[in-house]
């Protein structure tokens, strides 16, 4: 059983305004007691930043990246580069891939992958791939989409039973994955949400580690905090009710 602990934890998860309402769905509650009590976006947290005249710059960036004060608390300083990649569409099922190339010991390139285009919409901001990757000696497929319309395209593959033999579904509902989220700062919205997947592979190839099994932490934190299989359910899985009105 999970503790409640003493604190106020306040949750910055990129672009997603849906997080809201994640903060207070009852399943994401622990002894009635909400797991996250308050959800900010990138547009928040730039809004708080600008009342702090706190202004911010790659140069700086790159100057704390090395000392004390530019590092996140302990556990959150330790991650894989594949955290990066799940802010932009397909990164989520790279970083599966990734993952599961480190089980098999093999080396991950990201030309394991075989990525075809299934539906792109008019202005190429939302789309719908297959991706295709080889690892321990079988080969996997993967569904890839991004953007409300390439959803409804796949609720159609779905619904014409062609989604058997697919071992990964990613699902994004904001165009791009979440670099094109509603709470991003709304200026050169468009523009910039086509440059943000770059600044993500950036970090990602700066990163320590690529997968998130070179982890040790990681381990030691499940190890510790979700000994059993039980455990890792009951923390990383929810479900959902259908909310339709009657
Ligand atoms: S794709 Fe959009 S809705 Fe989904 S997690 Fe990212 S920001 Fe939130």
Known sequence: MFQVFNYYLIKFQKPC??????????????????????SITTREVVE?????????SEEREQKLRNVQEGQFDAPFNVYSGSSYLFGRTGGVTESVVRYMCALNKEQFTPSVIQNNLLWESTDKFQSLRV??????????????????AAVEE?????????????????????PQGCVGGGGQPKIGKKSLTAQRPAGLDKHDKESQFADCQSNALMH?????????????HDALHTHYDNRRMK
């Not at 305004?17 to 308050?38: S, W, Y």
């Not at 708080?48 to 911010?56: D, H, S, Y």
């Not at 991706?131 to 409300?148: D, L, M, Q």
């Not at 014409?160 to 033999?165: E, I, N, T």
């Open 48 to 56: 708080l930043f600008k009342e702090e005249r706190l202004v911010f």
């Open 131 to 148: 991706f295709e990757f080889p690892c321990g000696g079988s080969n996997y497929r993967a569904i890839v989409c991004h953007g409300g």
């Open 220 to 232: 030691e934190m499940v190890k510790k905090w979700m000994p059993t299989e039980h455990n890792i």
């Open 17 to 38: 305004t849906a997080k809201k309402f994640e903060a207070i769905r009852p399943q994401l509650m622990t002894e009635n007691v909400k797991d996250c009590d308050l």
């Open 154 to 174: 796949l609720m159609k593959i779905h619904a014409a039973g062609k989604l058997k033999g697919v071992d990964v579904v990613e699902v994004m509902v904001c």
